[in-house]
């Protein structure tokens, strides 16, 4: 099981560098494309494109207002950057095949229980969608 996405496992991180395409733009991580998404403000997704950091990106996410139709689309929008993103770079693709079969858990200590889970005394608690997401993309890449 595979519960961090830092040191070793840190290309499994939205905050890892590898750019990705999304609606006419390149962003340089998905986290920036990701927390762009969250608008239909062109301005505000350049902006949050040419942040230096997805720690910037990920905290101007949170002062844009949502478009409509986020609480719809935004597990789309993930799968759809983080697929980009495996497929895009082969290197990477490789690296989460040589992943197996081992459980992806994005672990936490923030108390992010929908993107990822937090370890409850006994057991993890969450959704951890974006390790369901990664799961999904390698079974796409292994087949």
């Known amino acids: 099981m595979i519960i961090s996405f830092s040191g070793d496992n840190e290309f499994l991180s939205n905050f890892s560098w590898s750019e ?9 991580t998905v986290e920036h494309a990701f927390q762009a998404a969250k608008t239909f403000d062109e301005n505000r997704r350049a902006e949050i494109c040419r942040l230096v950091t997805p720690g910037q990106a990920k905290r101007m996410g949170r002062l844009i207002t949502l478009r409509p139709d986020w609480e719809l689309v935004k597990i789309g ?7 980009f993103k495996f ?6 693709g ?3 095949l040589r992943t197996g ?3 992806l858990i994005e672990g936490n200590t923030w108390g992010d229980h929908f993107w990822g889970m937090e370890w409850d005394y006994d057991r ?3 959704k951890n969608w974006l390790g369901r ?4 993309v390698r079974k796409e890449l292994r087949q």
């Open 101 to 103: 079969r081992e459980p």
């Open 77 to 83: 929008v993930m799968y759809s950057l983080v697929k």
């Open 124 to 126: 993890w608690r969450g």
């Open 133 to 136: 997401i990664l799961m999904k």
């Open 20 to 28: 990705v395409y999304y609606e006419h733009r390149w962003y340089p």
């Open 94 to 96: 490789n690296q989460l």
């Open 87 to 92: 497929e895009r770079t082969p290197s990477l």
